[in-house]
């Protein structure tokens, strides 16, 4: 029935005081205002508050059950009746859940402090949410989760798999995809909070965040490497291992190559990009005397200036 105070914790009418109690727990844990900013979760953490605050009082709860009293504790019909379109919490003004021991015991597990009260209905002041609406309050979606991934640069451009840990406990096995991007979103269904009742349970939401390689970056599908070359591959030029992504292929020096040269590999990037590099000249570690006298010679006959047309500072 819609306004059912114990659809709304998702108990039968046979549940235990400890069910009951342990029921509205597991909502607070996953609908309660300072832990989700979902309007609709509000609204059946506002339920759930108002029914609780009926059925914890055993009297009420007896004399509710009999038809005495409606949800709102009222002497009315025999039976208990919601009201369609009515505004306001659907259990009427329910007395602050902060001055309430029972409920401050209740959200000193979930807040690490006790309860207490920020207004006038209901704890942290949201008792004037509306009804509980249509459909099984029982049957209620999990919560869906949204976390951090942090993937090594190979890993999000060649695909592979990663283990994270959930924050409720357990890990879950991830597949990342081949050419996953920083920043994206990875959606896994039905790996968020569990449902309640015959609910669905939530989906998890990763977004990535790809580490830097010390050699590699990406720009859309392209790959971008500075490779060191020697004087003497400079000047004859010859083939050289090239790192890829997809490990070394030979790459073609030209003769006579320079610094900031840019040499492209088609197809080595990702999903069918490519990768270009950049040329480095890197001096030995040493200059000996006989390499010296070799260019102190070949500069008398062929000195050059790679400096020649650029403007002067003024």
Same mark, same amino acid.
């Given at each position: 029935?819609?306004?059912?105070?114990?659809?709304?914790?998702?108990?039968?009418?046979?549940?235990?005081?400890?069910?009951?109690?342990?029921?509205?727990?597991?909502?607070?844990?996953?609908?309660?205002?300072?832990?989700?900013?979902?309007? &609709?979760?509000?609204?059946?953490? &506002? &339920?759930?508050?108002?029914?609780?605050?009926?059925?914890? =009082?055993?009297?009420?709860?007896?004399?509710?059950?009999?038809?005495?009293?409606?949800?709102?504790?009222?002497?009315?019909?025999?039976?208990?009746? %919601?009201?369609?379109?009515?505004?306001?919490?659907?259990?009427?003004?329910?007395?602050?859940?902060?001055?309430?021991?029972?409920?401050? =015991?209740?959200?000193?597990?979930?807040?690490?402090?006790?309860?207490?009260?920020?207004?006038?209905?209901?704890?942290?002041?949201?008792?004037?949410?509306?009804?509980?609406?249509?459909?099984?309050?029982?049957?209620?979606?999990?919560?869906?989760?949204?976390?951090?991934?942090?993937?090594?640069?190979?890993?999000?451009?060649?695909?592979?798999?990663?283990?994270?840990?959930?924050?409720?406990?357990?890990?879950?096995?991830? +597949?990342?995809?081949?050419?996953? *991007?920083?920043?994206?979103?990875?959606?896994?269904? %039905?790996?968020?909070?569990?449902?309640?009742? *015959? %609910?669905?349970?939530?989906?998890?939401?990763?977004?990535?965040?790809?580490?830097?390689?010390?050699?590699?970056?990406?720009?859309?599908?392209?790959?971008?490497?500075?490779?060191?070359?020697?004087?003497?591959?400079?000047?004859?030029?010859?083939?050289?291992?090239?790192?890829?992504?997809?490990?070394?292929?030979?790459? +073609?020096?030209?003769?006579?190559?320079?610094?900031?040269?840019?040499?492209?590999?088609?197809?080595? %990037?990702?999903?069918?990009?490519?990768?270009?590099?950049?040329?480095?000249?890197?001096?030995?570690?040493?200059?000996?005397?006989?390499?010296?006298?070799?260019?102190?010679?070949?500069?008398?006959?062929?000195?050059?200036?790679?400096?020649?047309?650029?403007?002067?500072?003024?």
């Amino acid at each position: 029935m819609a306004g059912d105070p114990y659809a709304a914790l998702g108990v039968s009418r046979s549940a235990s005081a400890d069910e009951i109690k342990k029921a509205y727990r597991r909502i607070a844990k996953t609908d309660h205002p300072d832990l989700n900013q979902d309007p &609709a979760a509000a609204k059946r953490f &506002a &339920a759930a508050s108002a029914a609780y605050d009926l059925l914890k =009082d055993a009297d009420q709860r007896r004399r509710f059950d009999a038809g005495e009293i409606n949800a709102q504790g009222q002497e009315q019909a025999p039976r208990w009746q %919601g009201r369609p379109g009515a505004g306001g919490n659907p259990f009427g003004d329910a007395p602050g859940h902060g001055g309430d021991p029972d409920l401050s =015991d209740v959200f000193a597990d979930l807040f690490g402090q006790r309860a207490s009260p920020r207004g006038g209905g209901g704890f942290g002041g949201f008792g004037g949410f509306g009804g509980f609406g249509g459909g099984r309050a029982s049957d209620m979606r999990g919560q869906d989760l949204r976390l951090a991934l942090q993937v090594d640069f190979l890993t999000a451009v060649r695909g592979g798999r990663n283990r994270i840990t959930l924050p409720q406990g357990g890990t879950l096995e991830v +597949t990342i995809p081949k050419g996953v *991007r920083d920043g994206q979103v990875i959606r896994l269904r %039905g790996k968020g909070e569990p449902g309640i009742g *015959r %609910g669905e349970p939530g989906d998890a939401y990763l977004e990535v965040r790809v580490a830097e390689h010390p050699q590699f970056t990406r720009d859309g599908d392209d790959i971008h490497l500075i490779l060191p070359i020697s004087l003497d591959e400079a000047v004859l030029g010859g083939k050289v291992a090239a790192p890829t992504i997809d490990g070394p292929v030979n790459l +073609t020096i030209p003769r006579g190559a320079t610094s900031g040269q840019r040499l492209r590999l088609r197809g080595r %990037g990702v999903n069918g990009g490519d990768q270009h590099v950049e040329l480095r000249i890197a001096m030995p570690a040493k200059v000996d005397a006989k390499l010296a006298a070799f260019f102190e010679e070949w500069r008398r006959e062929n000195a050059y200036d790679p400096r020649r047309g650029m403007s002067e500072a003024s």
